[in-house]
């Protein structure tokens, strides 16, 4: 399957494919500073500055930051600046609760699916995981993290609450950045051998409560980062 096959691959590779388009490229570069962090909540940047940024022209430049807003991902502030928005109480507390259900529902549908081929190359990006947890690297952290949830997605052979799910991302992954920045990679949550073991004895509902209590601990370091804990106690 493309999930075992993409494991060959390195772990460090662009998220978007191998051949796609131009307009296609910069989407998905602009998209990665985004999801991973690198443009922080709340940092305005002008449409110049990340045509220079990505080495890239102002017209694919203004096509992806059209598609990102519309995601949810960028808001427009004028004077061709734009900023990757602040997560409000209301925002983490819808988040929790599609979360709460996407993850969990497409983990127990990627169970049914996966092949031993397709659950060590969950394991491989697992493995890389750890490593970036271990040198306390943010980035291949949020990386390598974000890989290992898309390939379950992929997995669960649902594109329609795959995509709702990688649409979630976009509006809490620059939070996970700055938790990183705050308390370190050491102290972040990681069930996924959990899920791993589940899968391989088969078990979907053991597999989804993995993932349920993963992204639960997740989105609780998210609201008490923002000074939110209440919201985050909505996972319990």
């Known amino acids: 399957m493309k999930i075992a096959a993409d494991a060959q691959q390195s772990t460090s590779a662009p998220i978007t494919p191998a051949g796609a388009p131009a307009h296609q490229v910069i989407y998905g570069a602009l998209r990665d500073l985004i999801l991973f962090g690198e443009l922080a ?3 305005a940047v002008t449409i110049a500055g990340l045509s220079a940024r990505l080495d890239a022209g102002m017209t694919p430049v203004r096509e992806a930051i059209r598609r990102l807003t519309a995601e949810g991902a960028l808001a427009f502030l004028g004077n061709r600046r734009v900023i990757v928005p602040d997560l409000t ?101 990681d069930m996924h051998k959990s899920m791993l073991a589940a899968m ?4 979907a509902e053991a597999a989804a409560q993995a993932i349920r209590e993963d992204v639960g601990q997740g989105m609780t370091h998210v609201a008490q980062s923002l000074d939110m804990p209440h919201i985050g106690q909505r996972f319990d």
């Open 89 to 189: 109480a209301a925002n983490v507390s819808e988040i929790i609760y599609a979360r709460q259900h996407l993850d969990p529902e497409l983990a127990r549908r990627a169970c049914a699916h996966a092949t031993p081929e397709d659950i060590a190359a969950l394991e491989a990006i697992d493995i890389a995981l750890d490593a970036a947890i271990a040198r306390g690297d943010q980035r291949q952290y949020l990386e390598q993290n974000y890989r290992f949830h898309d390939c379950f997605y992929d997995l669960a052979q649902a594109p329609i609450l795959a995509d709702m799910a990688r649409g979630l991302w976009l509006r809490f992954g620059p939070s996970l950045r700055v938790i990183c920045g705050r308390i370190g990679t050491q102290n972040l949550p």
């Open 41 to 43: 909540p709340g940092e």
């Open 200 to 203: 391989r004895a088969g078990n």
